[in-house]
């Protein structure tokens, strides 16, 4: 081992460490910090770019080389390049600051454009911009788990802006034709999930057009089904209703 | 002179012949306001010494910050000349061109109007704007020549330099009436043309070709500005002198006996004095003589500003004060200004408000000789003549030229604009000194309540009769001040609109009954409506674009202030008050069905500058939306709307303009913090063949392609494992239960196709209509014209759409995309699968074999999805043609049982078959025994419409990918010297030329160009930054293009790499506009959170 003194010694700076363990054995390898998550999610092509030196590491802050027959013995090959690959794709990591913020940004944004999409004024029944409920968000001090999908995230931001301002989940517009013996019975079960009914038809069969809210459809669907047994059908005729065209104010 | 009173101007209104309309009218910065300041000096309402310098008539703060005029203002002077007293509506009009909408509806107002020129800076764009808004409404112009003393102070000009100048500037100021008048000939005279020709089409033979264009026939002598015909005034207002030819002609007249006639002539012009042969004689210039103006007028001046300005020769003052004949009092020749001085002087020599006024008073037409022309021009809208109108209405003629104010004849007003103005200006609820009458009146009431104090503590025993009226009136007394008192208060900060209007004929009185006419009213089917004599006090309200209504209080606008009046006689300019509910810009109101409505003001402006506005607080939404809807009501110009995408936009005439409208909204009509955004811009996705060149123009597949340095290794990991694409770009996908497996490719469709899917979006959506009612059993009746127009539609689906790959494609169409009525394409190419067709509200009869599919609508949704938000930014597709090649289900059932009727044959067999196929699915459904179709992965319906979904954008991605951009078609206005500048600023926003072309009679270009909506942003204030307002945009939305470049493409050849680099740095511009969007709505964008890793600021410690 050679002599470990401060002239031959060479100095990484900006490192950001990436550590797998594998056949029981710890490797590092010196990255980089705030390039890791480009290489992973692929905006980053040039391993160079990514990588301070191709050489593993026990351990990268006291400089410690991984032997070869370890690094054989744990990869099945001794192509440091290939080894550093499958370390930078499988390995544990410290997210820095400056990539979680953009990831959580990100999923704001998401998360606003999202309840943008599902959500209308009740009064106007126009559609949110993405701006405004950011903004709303921010009001209402909303801050973004990470660890949590955008969609569920979503629907619980549009039960708390319900409280500060007037927002309402744009509603589905379904039909449904019940046959006659099964449908005075099953309407007054579906009564308390439709929201706005708009035409109602009753002669052989039951014939709905109705606006419900879109988290009741499972239900609604279930219903039906199970209460007519597949007599009953169910077509949704508009995902959400929107005014459409541009409106002058007058 | 003293202030007058109001009783004077009441009893003035009643004189039509002594009343004069009109507006000042000029470029922004050439004293306007300043002018206007000197003649309401004149009248005593503010100070002379301050004149000029309070800008009177610019009553809102931000007006008075900026020093520019915003809106438009009127009041009323009183004059009198040669022992006639003339009361004059004055308007002032802003001179900023986002303003000009003002000054249309001021024009509007007037019979005559003061245009001031800057003497320096001569005539400039707004000049010739105003000269022809005049022109177009055929009001007569008087000149100004302003700011005479620059050319003394600041250019320090020779009184003859002075002279030629000034010619200088009339002579442009001629050239531009000459203009119009020419290119008014030429209009007439094609007209006349064409009418020729279609009389005379058959004999070519003997055709007399008129070189002749017309000009020399028609006489226009009179339309000139010239001093000698007393339509010029040369002045400058913030000194407060002013002059006309008259005066002087006048003073020399008497002084060197020359007859004033003589003078008049020959005081404008090549004119010089023969000192010796005591004659004025010709040829001055040519004979290097002083002419006579400079001579006699502006040595004067000039001398004048020598002695006080410039030398500051106290004894010279002094004997020139004298000479004229002035008494200046001992504080202004004593002040350390020489300004104050000069102007003390030249006020009492030469005051520009007489000469002005006089001028006004001489030249301009009062409202009894309205021109007939004018007449029938106000009367008939549009390309109607005025013989067509109704017998009745051609009546109404006579009663505007006469301008009666009898009660008989009928009431004629045109409002043309509305302002808001506070509660608290308005006279009613103003604080007001008491006179002399109400103070003693109040003075009694008091003593007598004292009385009965006294009266009634005296005598508490006897019950007296007087005694029980005082307690009586006391309580009502009080309890009407409370009343009135939660009035005010309930009223304070409502806004208040007025509207601004003048009345042609008739009187109008308070609280009268009228009927209020839209733009779009006939007077024909009016009067056909109306019962024959049926008056305004009848509520028939049953004529379209008519409304009855009685009118509020009457107001005579007098600058800031407005006083209220209990009838206007014709002639006047008036303002109305409790319109709001019935009139929302402008109208017409009359008391005569007859009346026809006005022709719409021509505004030389139209909105252009687009944004989008927000509150601060989402809760204040309503408040926005009240105000601005109160804003479009106040302000003629802008224009808001709600769009599809939820954005409140604004749409104003300039950046000036749009900076005022917030500030009204913040501080007046909504009371609330807003901002205001880039509105959102809009995208399309497509697909487009297969480019055969690369970017540097070389046909691929010749070269080799360089070893990629990076392999795309994602082309691989891109689909998942389900998902299978074949070369041509076939995509085959299977359902997370792996029941259904679909194939699906996308096919560009041909140009002429989205064009004509997107023209007819109606008539798709009418059959969509019909299909559905046809599904459930039921018909829907489509009248024949429709149906005809679908024939044609399809007709030309199939002429545009042929070709192999089109083969009954027409015929096969399943349905239209996104919302079942775009431009996008669902084909059904399976084989054994004949459905019902879209095109079958066009057969006779349906052919029993074709039945729908189960599951046929969960394919369509899938469609739906899939074209509303396409994979590069979830923008909708355009222009793609899906073909759905493949549709396997290994679910068995029986057809025609309802989407659930398999529910219960899978029970059955669920056991055997499907258990092999999805383990989870069904041992799910046996334990809960009701329904085996609820698998893991939700109901069949449901997943099919999501494989369908994702099976239509893989199939997308397979194809070469574009965005599509929104474009503008923009109309430039622009003269020769700054073509050059509109197209570096056209090049440099994307934009592209289409035409060039000149305008016949006139030096102007008209550039037809297209531009992205993306790049618009501050386009048209750019444009006319740099081209000094010399050129104006007008953009309207045209159609969607192409972005040719490809977001996704990194070099591949050779040439490219040496063209480009290896990481094509150049912009890409569809790259850029898709990360824009996708920044925007938080999709994942492919970017790098640190370009270049060595250049990262290291933190480091102890180095």
Known sequence: MSIFTPTNQIRLTNVAVVRMKKGGKRFEIACYKNKVMSWRSGAEKDLDEVLQTNTVFINVSKGQVAKKEDLSKAFGTEDLTEICKQILAKGELQVSDKERQTQLEQMFRDIATIVAEKCVNPETKRPYTVSLIERAMKDIHYSVKANKSTKQQALEVIRQLKETMQIQRAHMRLRFILPAKEGKRLKEKLKPLLKVVESEDFDEQLEMVCLIDPGCFREIDELIRCETKGKGTLEVLSLKDVEEGDEKLE | ?1103
């Open chain 2, 1 to 1103: 002179m003293g202030h007058t009173s109001l009783d004077k101007i009441i009893a003035l209104q009643n004189k039509p012949a002594n009343i004069r309309n009109l507006c000042i009218l000029a470029h922004v910065d050439h004293g306007k306001t300043t002018l206007a300041d000197c003649l309401v000096a004149s009248n005593g309402i503010i100070s002379s010494r301050l004149a000029g310098k309070l800008r009177y008539l610019d009553s809102r703060e931000d007006e008075q910050i900026r020093g520019i005029t915003m809106k438009s203002s009127a009041i009323s002077l009183h004059y009198s000349v040669g022992g006639e007293d003339y009361l004059i509506n004055l308007i002032d009009s802003p001179g900023h061109v986002d303003f000009s909408s003002e000054v249309s509806t001021a024009v509007r107002l007037c019979d005559g109007a003061i245009v001031i020129v800057d003497a320096v800076e001569g005539v400039c764009p707004q000049t010739q704007a105003v000269l022809r808004q005049a022109w177009l409404e055929n009001i007569r112009p008087v000149l100004v020549i302003n700011k005479i003393d620059r050319l003394i102070g600041e250019l320090k000009l020779t009184s003859q330099e002075a002279y030629t100048h000034l010619q200088k500037i009339l002579e442009q100021v001629n050239a531009v009436t000459g203009s119009l008048f020419t290119s008014k000939v030429l209009e007439e005279r094609a007209e006349k043309d064409s009418e020729v020709r279609e009389a005379g089409g058959g004999d070519n033979g003997e055709q007399v070709y008129d070189w002749s264009a017309g000009l020399e026939e028609s006489d226009d002598s009179d339309l000139y500005f010239s001093p000698d015909q007393g339509n010029v005034v040369f002045a400058s207002a913030i000194d407060g002198w002013g002059f006309s030819i008259h005066q002087f002609a006048h003073m020399y007249s008497q002084k060197m006996g020359i007859r004033s006639e003589v003078l008049l002539k020959t005081l404008w012009g090549d004119f010089y004095l023969n000192a010796k042969a005591k004659k004025i004689m010709k040829g001055a210039q040519s004979k290097g003589k002083k002419p006579l103006f400079v001579q006699l007028v502006l040595d004067n001046i000039w001398s004048l500003y020598d002695a006080v300005v410039l030398k500051r020769d106290k004894e010279k003052v002094e004997k020139v004060m004298s000479s004229l004949g002035v008494k200046v009092a001992a504080r202004d020749s004593r002040h350390s200004d020489p300004r104050v001085l000069l102007s003390a002087i030249c006020s009492q020599w030469l005051p520009v408000s007489q000469a002005v006024l006089t001028m006004v008073c001489n030249r301009l037409p009062s409202p009894l000789d309205m021109a007939a022309e004018r007449v029938e021009k106000l009367m008939c809208v549009g390309a109607r003549r005025f013989d067509c109108l109704p017998e009745k209405t051609q009546e109404l003629k006579r009663a505007f030229l006469e301008c009666k104010s009898d009660t008989s004849a009928p009431v004629v007003v045109f409002v043309s604009k509305m302002f808001a103005v506070d509660s608290k200006a308005l006279p009613q609820n103003k604080q007001r000194p008491l006179t002399q009458e109400e103070m003693a009146q109040r003075r009694e009431l008091a003593r007598q309540r004292h009385a009965e104090k006294l009266a009634a503590s005296q005598a508490a025993d006897a019950p007296a009769q007087p005694l029980s009226q005082g307690p009586d009136v006391l309580p009502d007394h009080g309890e009407a001040m409370t009343l009135k008192a939660n009035k005010v208060d309930e009223e304070e900060g409502k806004e208040h609109f007025i509207a601004f209007a003048r009345v042609y004929s008739g009187v109008v009185r308070k609280g009268q009954k009228v009927f209020v006419l839209g733009p779009k009213y006939d007077p024909a089917e009016g009067l056909k409506k109306l019962p024959e004599g049926c008056s305004t006090a009848d509520d028939l309200c049953t004529v379209p674009h008519m409304a009855c209504c009685s009118l509020g209080s009457l107001y005579l606008l007098m600058g800031r202030e407005l006083e209220e009046l209990e009838e206007v006689p014709a002639g006047n300019v008036l303002g109305i008050g409790g319109m709001e509910d019935w009139i929302l810009k402008s109208a017409t109101i009359s008391t005569s069905p007859a009346c026809p409505p006005f022709t719409p003001l021509n505004f030389e402006a139209t909105p252009i500058v687009r944004v989008a506005i927000e509150p601060k607080h989402p809760s204040e939404m309503p408040k926005l939306v009240r105000g601005m809807k109160l804003l479009n009501q106040a302000d003629p110009c802008a224009e808001v709307l709600i769009q599809e995408t939820g954005e409140h936009v604004l749409v104003t005439a300039g950046e000036v303009h749009l900076q005022r409208c917030l500030d009204d909204l913040r501080e007046r009509f909504a009371k609330i913090e807003i901002s205001a955004s880039k509105p959102i811009i809009p995208f399309r996705e497509t697909i487009v063949r297969p480019p055969k060149v690369d970017m540097v123009n070389e046909e691929l597949g010749k070269q080799q392609k360089v070893a990629v340095i990076r392999q795309v290794k994602e082309e691989q990991s891109k689909y998942p494992e389900t998902v299978q694409v074949d070369s041509t770009g076939l995509v085959t996908l299977t359902t997370a239960n792996r029941m259904a497996t679909i194939g699906v490719r996308a096919i560009p469709l041909p140009e002429e196709v989205t064009q004509l899917l997107e023209a007819n979006s109606d008539l798709i959506r009418t059959m969509e209509l019909f299909n559905l009612s046809m599904k459930e059993g039921k018909t829907l009746e489509i009248n024949q014209k429709t149906l005809e127009s679908i024939q044609d539609l399809k007709r030309k689906l199939e002429s545009y759409m042929q070709g192999r790959k089109w083969r009954s494609a027409v015929n096969r169409i399943w349905s239209f995309g996104p919302r079942r009525y775009g431009p996008n394409i669902l084909v059904n190419n399976l084989e054994g699968y004949r459905r019902p067709s879209v095109w079958q509200c066009l057969e006779k009869e349906r052919s029993r074999a074709e039945t729908y599919r189960e599951f046929d609508n969960s394919i369509v949704s899938g469609f739906q999805l899939a074209t509303l938000s396409g994979p590069m930014c979830e923008e909708p597709l355009m222009g793609v043609c899906f073909s759905l090649e493949k549709w396997d289900m290994k679910l068995p059932r029986q057809p025609g049982d309802g989407v659930y009727g398999q529910t219960s044959d899978q029970e059955a067999q669920g056991g055997s078959e499907s258990e092999s196929v999805v383990p989870t699915g069904s041992s799910e459904g046996k334990r809960r025994n009701n329904s085996s179709l609820v698998d893991c992965y939700g109901p069949f319906s449901g997943q099919l419409i999501a494989a369908m979904k994702e099976a239509c954008r893989y199939a997308f991605q397979a194809k070469p990918q574009r965005l599509m951009a929104a474009m503008y078609t923009c109309e430039i206005m622009a003269t020769a010297e700054v073509l050059g500048r509109v197209y570096g600023v056209l090049s440099k926003r994307e934009g592209r030329v289409l035409q060039e072309e000149m305008k016949e009679g006139t030096e102007v270009f008209i550039i037809k160009a297209v531009l992205p909506v993306a790049e618009s942003f501050g386009f048209a204030d750019e444009i006319r930054k740099r081209t000094s307002g010399l050129a104006s945009p007008q953009l309207i939305f045209s159609h969607w293009e192409v972005i040719s470049s490809d977001p996704f493409w990194v070099p591949t050849t050779e040439e490219e790499y040496l063209h480009f680099g290896e990481k094509a740095d150049s912009i890409n511009q569809a790259l850029k506009y898709m990360n824009g969007v996708r920044r925007r709505k938080g999709l994942y964008v492919e970017e790098k959170i640190v370009e270049h890793a060595e250049k990262q600021r290291t933190l480091g410690k102890n180095k």
